[in-house]
């Protein structure tokens, strides 16, 4: 059974599971991307913090730690990385973060893997350098700090179920719609503005779309931006 990241008072062990060659192989030739990252090594418990919050708290994934942002693999001491990473899990996030891991094989080198879970207790927290608690998510393969509308979303524990119909909210709920069948995106400011509705208010409504899958979040250089899905 892979390790798993529970929150603990005694130190971890790596449990010595052996994944095959050819499971490395097929997950490296699919590079980067929004659920793997690729690690050199682990130099800092608290930046790699980062990464485990941001898969955590988006749609979970993998860390492949011993291999070069081209697919190379370099390897490693799997004992010292995983004490780096429970570390990271365990001390440097908040809530600590599960992770699943597994030892590789390959060219006479041995690789980490990282398994992290999309987590049902987020938001997680990285403690940065200067002892702030921010939350990150994910998007293609970089991490970036969520605002006030992702952390209302990720707050959010009701079922995704409980959908109500958008002709039983009000004027804003459908002005937002509108606005967005019309412009191809929308800021929290700018709905806000647009709406006449409090910062607040703007943010759980924006939350909400998010959680129902009527519009989709993007990170850019202006920050977080929401569209329609589809």
Not at 43 to 51: G, M, W
Not at 59 to 73: E, F, Q, Y
Not at 120 to 143: L, T
Not at 177 to 192: A, P, Q, T
Request: hydrophobic share 35%.
């Amino acid at each position: 059974m892979n390790s798993k990241g529970a929150p603990s008072n005694h130190p971890r062990q790596l449990d010595q599971i052996q994944g095959t060659e050819f499971d490395l192989n097929r997950m490296i030739k699919e590079g980067e991307h929004q659920k793997q990252d690729f690690k050199f090594r682990i130099d800092s418990s608290q930046k790699i913090a980062k990464t485990l919050c941001a898969f955590a708290n988006t749609d979970g994934g993998k860390l492949l730690i011993g291999v070069k942002d081209n697919g190379r693999l370099a390897g490693i001491d799997p004992e010292e990385e995983f004490y780096m990473i429970d570390g990271a899990a365990n001390i440097y996030c908040k809530p600590a973060i599960e992770f699943y891991s597994t030892v590789y094989s390959a060219e006479d080198k041995l690789i980490l893997e990282i398994d992290v879970p999309p987590s049902i207790d987020r938001p997680h927290f990285a403690k940065s350098e200067d002892q702030k608690w921010i939350a990150y998510v994910r998007q293609n393969d970089e991490n970036f700090m969520a605002n006030r509308v992702l952390l209302s979303y990720l707050r959010d524990k009701t079922p995704k179920s409980e959908r109500k119909n958008l002709i039983a909210y009000g004027d804003h709920e459908r002005m937002l719609f509108d606005y967005l069948s019309e412009n191809e995106e929308i800021s929290l400011s700018k709905f806000s503005k647009v709406a006449k509705i409090p910062i607040r208010k703007a943010e759980k409504t924006l939350a909400l779309f998010i959680k129902w899958e009527i519009i989709s979040w993007k990170a850019t250089e202006a920050g977080i931006r929401f569209s329609l899905v589809g």
